[in-house]
T-cell receptor, first 114, second 113 residues
Framework: DSGVTQTPKHLITATGQRVTLRCSPRSGDLSVYWYQQSLDQGLQFLIQYYNGEERAKGNILERFSAQQFPDLHSELNLSSLELGDSALYFC?????????????FGEGSWLTVV | GENVEQHPSTLSVQEGDSAVIKCTYSDSASNYFPWYKQELGKGPQLIIDIRSNVGEKKDQRIAVTLNKTAKHFSLHITETQPEDSAVYFCAAPKRDTGNQFYFGTGTSLTVIP
């Protein structure tokens, strides 16, 4: 158990809908990350927050947004869902947000869009 | 562009044999290389990492070697056991803001009892 908690574990929703994925980082970690894992794209970095502020942005679609709250938990919002958004979404965390920090992954949220 | 290449994509070994997975990276400034193990239905779990100031690191049956000149690093698993069966990912830092990583495409390791 990495100490990173994600909910829900599984989610099935229809195209066009909106969902929110939640993440609690490891105790003491200030930075959270969101990754998407699909069969054809591998692990893709979406976005990183550090202490409530966006630190880095990767291949995150405009339909997706995220935030990190004062208590350091984070949410990833996915809207106008398409079939291609079906994937595993991982949250990870690290102590700080700088380069070379070890990141620890949660168990993931499996999203199926039908 | 900067990325990480990982080989092989699949690997089958007999229980007790060794397994080696190799990754190459392109940015000579990269200085931290973690390895993750992902079991079916679970998140990637850090199993070992190495920083560029050392050439090798061991943790029981797992070792990682780093060749900075050739820009490649390898995961070595000795005395493999069925529970080692999983997908293994290497990663290298992306020179950009924050703490981003390039991940390899994964190696599916099967240990045959």
């Amino acid at each position: 158990d990495s100490g990173v908690t994600q909910t829900p574990k599984h989610l099935i929703t229809a195209t066009g809908q909106r969902v929110t994925l939640r993440c609690s980082p490891r105790s003491g970690d200030l930075s959270v990350y969101w990754y998407q894992q699909s069969l054809d794209q591998g692990l893709q970095f979406l976005i990183q927050y550090y202490n409530g502020e966006e630190r880095a942005k990767g291949n995150i679609l405009e339909r997706f947004s995220a935030q990190q709250f004062p208590d350091l938990h984070s949410e990833l919002n996915l809207s106008s869902l398409e079939l291609g958004d079906s994937a595993l979404y991982f949250c990870a965390s690290s102590v700080t947000g700088g380069p070379g920090n070890t990141i620890y992954f949660g168990e993931g949220s499996w999203l199926t869009v039908v | 562009g900067e990325n990480v290449e990982q080989h092989p994509s699949t690997l089958s070994v007999q229980e007790g044999d060794s397994a080696v997975i190799k990754c190459t990276y392109s940015d000579s400034a990269s200085n931290y290389f973690p390895w993750y193990k992902q079991e079916l239905g679970k998140g990637p779990q850090l199993i070992i990492d190495i920083r560029s100031n050392v050439g090798e690191k061991k943790d029981q049956r797992i070792a990682v070697t780093l060749n900075k000149t050739a820009k490649h690093f390898s995961l070595h698993i000795t005395e493999t056991q069925p529970e080692d069966s999983a997908v293994y990912f290497c990663a290298a830092p992306k020179r950009d803001t924050g703490n981003q990583f390039y991940f390899g495409t994964g190696t599916s390791l099967t240990v045959i009892p």
